[in-house]
């Protein structure tokens, strides 16, 4: 059973993150060009923010803060 795909973000096709929701569960998948995929699931909105906030910190975007606010808020609009 497949959910619906979120971009969070992208930045062309070897750098983005996206979400899928199923029910309650969600699947983050991180995707870029340096470190290949990764893959996160969490079982509750809470659990997700908790993990937004923590991996991905405003400092990392410096001079982006425009890409951060998106990356949140999308998340955020889950």
């Known amino acids: 059973m497949a959910g619906k795909i979120h971009s969070i ?3 062309d096709k070897w750098n983005m993150v996206t ?3 199923i ?3 969600i699947t983050v998948r991180e995707i870029s060009s340096i470190w290949g995929e ?3 699931t969490f079982h509750s909105r809470p659990e997700l923010m908790n993990w937004v906030h923590e991996h991905y910190k405003p400092e990392n975007y410096a001079g ?3 890409v ?3 990356i949140i808020e999308n ?3 889950l």
Do not use: L, P, Q, W
């Open 23 to 25: 029910g309650a569960k």
């Open 75 to 77: 998340f955020k609009n």
């Open 68 to 70: 951060y606010e998106t």
């Open 64 to 66: 982006r803060e425009d």
């Open 19 to 21: 979400a899928e929701i």
């Open 9 to 11: 973000y992208k930045e």
């Open 38 to 40: 990764d893959t996160y």
